[in-house]
């Protein structure tokens, strides 16, 4: 029974995570007083006054932390006692490069005088560090007062075990310890060093006591005849029902499995034999341990000790009983006691005589971890609740035994006579997830408990696993595994503003507070709270537009977003809600006029509109860390947004709604700061826009408008920010509410995470297909005549003019056309030539691609939802027993779609025929299938639901009768039907738009419902938009599932080297990591990186990807491909977990000792080893990115801005910019520079190789993929000159396909800025889509400038589309003259550099027509 009973235990551990497992499994009980803790009395004493000094720091303080210099090196502090010479000075640079470098030496008690006592030696090691405090103060008092035993004790803390200095301390303190104890051992690569080190040493000692931890280390467990050695290996029915019980939910769960536990020791009493007292006696020591007092932790120790070691059994002690502490409760550090009743809280706080609060005073509740409490570590919560009643709010602080507060939340935050919310917004202060701890959590449950309290909902973090100075000293910020744990996870429940409040003392291990950041965080929970606490007419909204590239025409640039149409609906609604947004101009175009003054959107011009003129004397008094700023850029006004005199705010003020531009970054044009700034902070002008913005008109909450701004890209620590990382400053106390694309969910958490937003998704332009156009609809049409011709006299005449037509379309680069007449070939051959232009206009013709820009608010038409519901219909998955309408269809006349697939690709007319009636039979049942929702303007409207509900039910459905005219009548309607219900389930999510109703929600201090970003295709889940968007779990990739389609691509992209290699295997492959590409893929290119190499990720006991295993040279059938990996600064910023796997996977390919023709990775390593002279694992070093808090190239910029000499600059800003690497042997060290290291392996170089995974992003849509294109500076590189052959793998249709860059880039033209449907779609937009237009043609001569890829034609017909065709000219000039300007510049440039050949004719025109156009918008008559 006993062992049953434990196994459930430990069950309940590993469900409930953190404190769940009888935490303080004993609760007072009726008529007894629960304790106050001692430390409380000093806090009596602390006056308010005192508070808000220390809460204070001088400005010139401020001011030096800002230092761009001291961000990037962070100097050796001066002014502190002096550090031992082992203590960390600078982290980035630290010893041994790991997150922490403390030693156990601070933890480590002897016996002053043992006076002929027994000395017994505990060892304990655990995941944080509160209980250091209290366990030396519990071993001192056993020491100074015990008669017959004396303590040698030494902690650990876990994370100081990856140090191998710590580690071999730690064999010798275990070789001889008496008793082990451990705690919260949750990550596994640590958990195997504890049982490697613990485990041969267990039958010796006389106690091992393992608390909540992974299974392999809760095996240790040893106390007499009690053991869990069993644990997960054998089948336990409890257990089962236990986990039965918790999938069921409800906040009943964890006190029903407390109150269970609780009467364990008292059963277990009363049985005679040793296993059941053994048993009580882990139970007891659990009630002790989660205790945390010095009381208990002394009594647990001398119960272990006089029960097991042997020497001390006959020795009769005193032991008290477990002190009792309340599971869940109000605690406050000036209350007499802890509260188990709200009602008798209230009381007490409306009766204190030491505050008066206002009638209507803002209420916040805060989220407290018990442990800290009962461990008398409390003093940072302390520090929180006095600032936040310094500021006139009042508090709520609620904490729990386990970590599943949803029941807290609904007992103790609602008002207990009303039940109607008391609280206006919340601060979590533990860090983790509101249900569940480091091992488990349950976002449903905590998003339905938060979503009906319905208030802003915070999550600050205190530190954890490093101390304050190694967290102030590190560019990277917060230890990634906490950042895993206690950002990434609390995102999923909808938490924001993830701010460092409290730091851990060395010498103690006690928290405290830091107070710059306690002050930001009570500001903003109480600004939070302000906004359901204000009327809408009385609210002020900053809206916030970018401007970039910053050039005329620019203002108002959102990815796929018309900006100033969706302002304007929003303007709108507020109007409606009854918001002050004063008198709005009659139309669109009238405002975007209002803030632009006819468009002249000048950079570094007064020409827009001036809200505000700023004088430098406000500016210093109002910006606090304005003279960090003169390092960059001097004193202030500087020469960016400003007169000469004063700083200029630019925009134009709506009643209470500020409609203002953000500054640029400021640089974009300087091509020496592009070329040597590894960051810069923002210029004057960027800070005196967010002052005027916080402190001059006062904003409520600010709202960026758009994918996306600067402010969170500015220099600071990467996660875990501090009061001098520049984002932190600029933002300031200002709620910021942010427009974010649906599809960019990495970019949208560094606006969380380090813009501290709340982050409102917008859908993306429904995709359309492509189509064709002028001569390829015209070869469509020969292809068609083909096909019925094809055996009489006319087929060869056929296939000449379908040969000439795709020469004269430049189809001929694309496919292999033959020379001759075609009467001379085969029929076969034909057929084969044929089949290969039709594939490849099919190709261009079924290519998605968004058209036009979204608007906020506005559902797409029927129309474009057929395009995305067809790809979302076209894909397997499995996980919902669905099957995709391809396959249904293919197997309705008897084929598989993976070979039709393979057939098509091969040029089989039979098969790209097939392919293309399955892809008309696919349209065909979804246009049914829509049709029956469309309203009379053609759009999807709120009527959907019902009309689909009725369409599910009934009749014979109308996808069942479009396929009954088709060739696939018999497709099998049983498998159809859940793929239809599940369309069904997509068209409604996507009417459910909920962007305004969202943005509504949180001006009026509601919780906003999270959601995942990505692509809606791939994961519908997406939708509907108008969620706070998360991203994911990052040690939960790569899944098995991208294993296995990475391995599909790999195998695609090695034989297509092969085959365009001579036959030999590619040596090195460059590839980019994007944080976007992996979160939407759930780690596919990840994945493609372990299989080059040959590696494979494995998952922990907890299902956390952090493991690896080789894979065989016979099983893998090829050499490792040695790879050189660039990634993106936002995946660097979001995966350092994966950074470090990739690193670990490279070297141990390195490391094993096969043939070198059979491994590249080693075969380069020891000849980089020996040319540079390090080591093989230094010089297997292939994981490189930007310096912590820089970002891209700026290759991008340069070209944006055409602020580049020649093309061996941009190469030096690549190399400059981007060799930074990655040392997983040292990970606290951050990102080092690496230059000759990164140089050496692009030597080496085959191929180079980017991913496309979403139909809504493709090369020339954005500048991140040529900015990261390294083909021309590899064959500057390469000793023998040689380009390499590059390659993108696209993965946006069931078919993925490896293709050439330059098929690459040659399809993207086509079906893009080349398209009629695309760019009229642009022109449908106005102002805006003319920029969209001058930004792909800008794209594609960028991809010239890093490749050469571009080919003449494309350029060529770019100028004959929208410069030679006079009306189109008008149209562009008339719409947006300073984007067309760029137009026309951007050709004259490209031929200037050498990427397009025209004729004299050509540029004779084009410099003309620069003048007229520069003329008119200069005024010139």
Known sequence: VSQELIKMSSQASMIGGKGLLAANAVKSTKGSASRALPSYDGLRATTRSTEEARLKTSRSARSAKFSVQAIANPPKRSGRAERKDDDIQDLGAGKGGFFTNTTPDARRVKPSNANGRLTVKVVYVVLEAQYQSSLTAAVNQINENNENVCFEMVGYLLEELRNPDNYEEFKKDVASANIFIASLIFIEELAEKVVAVVEPERERMDAVLCFPSMPAVMRLNKLGSFSMSQLGQSKSVIADFMKKKKAEGGSGFEDGLLKLLRTLPKVLKYLPNDKAQDARNFIQSLQYWLGGSPENLENFLLLISSTYVPDLQETKMTIAEPVVFPDVGVWHPMAPTMYED??????????????????????????????????GDEGHYSAVVMALEAKGAKVVPIFAGGLDFSGPVEKYFYNPLTKLPLVNSVVSLTGFALVGGPARQDHPKAIQALKKLNVPYMVSVPLVFQTTEEWEDSTLGLHPVQ???????????????????????????????????????????????????????????????????????NVGTAAYLNVFGSIWKVLTMMKREGYDVGELPEKEEDLINSILQDKEAKFNSPDMNIEYKMPVKEYEQLCSYSDALHENWGPPPGNLNTN?????????????????????????????????????????????????????????????????????????????????????????????????????????TIAKRRGYSTTISYLTPPAENAGLYKGLKELAELISSYQGLKDTGRGPSIVNTIIAKAIECNLDRDVDLPEGDAKDLENEVRDTVVGKVYGKLMEIESRLLPCGLHVVGVPPTAEEAVATLVNIASIDRPEADIIGLPNILARAVGRDIEEVYRSSDQGTLEDVTLLQEIT????????????????????????ALGALAGIMSGGQPPWVRALNKTKFKKADKATLKPLFEYLKFCLTQVVKDNELGALTEALEGKYVLPGPGGDPIRNPDVLPTGKNIHALDPQAIPTSAAMQSAGVVVERLLERQKAENGGNWPETIALVLWGTDNIKTYGESLAQVMWMVGVRPMPDALGRVNKLELISLEELGRPRVDVVV???????????????????????????????????????????????????????????SNSSGSYSSNVNLAVENSSWNDESQLQEMYLNRKSFSFNSDAPGSGMEESRDIFESALKTVDATFQNLDSSEISLTDVSHYFDSDPTKLVQGLRTDGKAPNSYIADTTTANAQVRTLGETVRLDARTKLLNPKWYEGMMGSGYEGVREIQKRLTNTMGWSATSGTVDNWVYDEANETFIEDEEMQKRLLETNPNSFRKIVATFLEANGRGYWDAPEEKLEKLRNLYMDVEDKIEGVE
């Open 483 to 553: 950042v895993a744990l206690q950002v990434a996870l609390p995102e999923l429940d909808g938490g924001m503003d993830p701010i460092i409040f409290s730091g851990r003392d060395r010498a103690t291990g006690k928290s405290h507070s830091l107070y710059d950041q306690v002050e930001s965080v009570a500001e903003r929970a109480i600004k939070w709270g302000n906004l359901s606490r204000k009327k809408n007419a009385e609210k002020k909204l900053a809206i916030t537009v970018f401007s970039f590239p910053p050039d005329k025409g």
């Open 342 to 375: 709200l009602k008798e809280y209230l009381n007490w706080y409306d009766t204190r005589k030491d505050m008066v609060f206002e009638k209507d005073c803002p209420v916040v509740g805060l989220v407290l971890q018990r442990t800290h409490l009962v461990t």
């Open 920 to 943: 008309d039979a696919s349209r065909a049942a979804v246009t049914a299938f829509v049709g029956k929702t469309t309203g009379k303007d053609g759009r999807i409207g709120t009527n």
């Open 1126 to 1184: 660039n990634c993106s600064g936002v995946f660097r910023d979001l995966f350092v977990n994966q950074m470090n796997l990739l690193d670990r996977a490279i070297k141990l390919a390195a490391e094993q000792d096969e043939p070198l023709e059979m491994n590249f990775v080693r075969k380069h390593a020891l000849e980089q080893a020996e040319e540079l002279g390090v080591s093989l694992r230094q010089a297997s070093t292939r994981i490189f």
């Open 644 to 748: 000469g005199v004063d700083m200029l705010v630019y925009g134009k003020k709506y009643g209470n709604v500020f409609i203002g531009v953000q500054p640029t970054f400021g640089y974009e044009g300087d091509p020496m700061r592009l070329l040597f700034s590894k960051s810069a902070s923002p210029h004057h002008g960027f800070a005196a826009y967010y002052t005027y913005v916080e402190k001059i008109f006062g904003a409520d909450a600010v709202l960026h408008f758009g994918t996306h701004g600067s402010l969170e890209f500015m220099p600071g620590k990467q996660v875990g920010m501090s009061e001098s990382c520049f984002p932190n400053a600029l933002i300031g106390s200002t709620p910021n509410l942010y427009y974010y694309a649906a599809n960019n969910p990495s970019e949208a």
